[in-house]
C-alpha cells in the first residue's frame, strides 16, 4: 500500500507524518486504509507542540541541579477530534527547525 499525504484541518502531513500517524490510527481504530484515515480525519484538526525546555537549575534550584548535557527537544503534531471527545495522536513533526 503506498503512503498518502493526510489532511488534517488546514495541516497536510508529509509522507513521514502521515504513516506515523497512520499506524497510530490503525492500532486504536483498526483501520485497513489511507483513504480511512483521510474520512476518519474529517473530525479532526491538529496542532503544533513546541519544545519548552527549562534549565534543571530553574526547576531544581541551583545546588540541587546536576550538571546537563545541551540537547535538542522534538516539536511534534497533535491531531485531535473537534466533534466529539476521542482519541489523540502525537506525532514528530517531520520539520525540527
Known amino acids: 500500500m503506498a503512503v498518502q499525504r493526510i489532511t488534517v484541518g488546514y ?3 508529509t509522507e513521514q507524518e502521515s504513516e ?3 499506524e497510530k490510527v490503525k492500532k486504536d481504530k483498526g483501520i485497513d486504509s489511507y483513504d480511512a484515515l483521510q474520512d476518519l480525519m474529517e473530525d479532526f ?5 513546541e519544545p519548552v525546555s ?8 541551583a545546588d540541587e541541579a546536576p550538571a ?3 540537547k535538542k527537544s522534538t516539536r511534534f503534531i ?3 477530534n473537534t466533534v466529539k471527545d476521542d482519541s489523540r495522536y502525537r506525532i514528530p513533526s517531520s520539520d525540527q527547525s
Do not use: M, N, W
Not at 484538526?45 to 507542540?49: F, V, Y
Not at 527549562?54 to 534550584?61: F, H, M, Q, S
Open 11 to 13: 495541516v497536510e502531513l
Open 20 to 22: 506515523a500517524l497512520f
Open 45 to 49: 484538526d491538529s496542532q503544533i507542540i
Open 54 to 61: 527549562k534549565p534543571l537549575k530553574e526547576v531544581l534550584g
Open 68 to 70: 546537563e548535557p545541551a
Open 78 to 80: 497533535e491531531v485531535f
